[in-house]
């Protein structure tokens, strides 16, 4: 009896020859125990050893085997081909980034923004190192650990329209980690971060749809950071303006 085999759609696009991106399909063996990216290695190893992407772990841990899969922001290390079979199965590189190789995106933009949100503790005074460290609750770790568990798979960035419509958004895992730090007990550093947040094109732009959420594979909520920077801002709004001597 022959082995099954499945369609794998793979966008290709080599800069140096194509004037525009194009669909090539491989036939390759099913296996109800393959993810994507085992059919994508299938094909790299045994059919066209031109193919292009990013992998790594291979696990969900290192975020940067992240494509659009059937039209879907996925991880293609944890979608099982199963669940497509026998239908052909398109994979393509995320939506809204530069293509810079096949399946590779260009990341610069995602990495400037992560940068300009400040990701790291930021303390006002200094307390001697004589004292320890500066020690917190497992209250206060539980209402920032959420959001500090993003692998930075940029699945958000591909599923949300407005970032799709107009690329100065600051983005859902941005605003994530932003308010991730915001949340810690140990930095002073939110009225820095706020002047980001609420400039042009950050938490504001959000219509909350939703969809970055929905495609998270860590379940980091980047949609609820969201409405609590919003939530945060508004507060800080009010009492400045009725409690202005506060």
């Known amino acids: 009896m022959p082995e099954p085999t499945m369609t794998l759609e793979i966008l290709r ?7 525009a991106p194009s669909i090539q399909p491989y036939e390759i063996p099913y296996r109800a125990d393959w993810v994507v990216l085992d059919a994508i290695n299938y094909v790299k190893d045994n059919l066209d050893g031109t193919l292009s992407y990013r992998w790594s ?23 099982f081909l199963k669940d497509y079979y ?16 096949d399946l590779v995106i260009v990341m610069d933009d995602f990495m400037e923004k992560l940068g300009r949100i400040r990701p790291w503790i930021i303390r006002g005074d ?84 939703g969809e970055c959420t929905s495609v998270c594979p860590a379940q980091v909520d980047p949609a609820g950071a969201i409405q609590q920077a919003k939530l945060a801002s508004t507060l800080d709004w009010y009492f400045s303006v009725l409690l202005p001597w506060g």
């Open 86 to 101: 026998p239908a052909p199965v398109r994979v393509e590189p995320l939506a809204h980034f530069p293509v810079e190789r």
């Open 13 to 19: 696009y080599r800069p140096e020859r194509d004037r």
């Open 126 to 209: 200094e307390q001697p190192l004589s004292e320890g460290e500066y020690r917190q609750t497992p209250a206060q770790l539980a209402t920032y650990k959420q959001f500090s568990m993003c692998i930075n798979c940029m699945l958000c960035y591909s599923a949300c329209p407005v970032y799709g419509l107009e690329p100065g958004f600051l983005g859902p895992a941005a605003i994530a980690l932003a308010q991730r730090y915001n949340l810690d007990s140990r930095d002073q550093g939110s009225g820095q971060r706020a002047l980001i947040l609420t400039s042009q094109h950050g938490i504001w732009d959000c219509t909350l749809v």
């Open 57 to 79: 772990c291979r696990m969900g841990v290192c975020g940067s085997c992240g494509m659009m899969i059937n039209g879907v922001a996925k991880l293609s290390c944890a979608t």
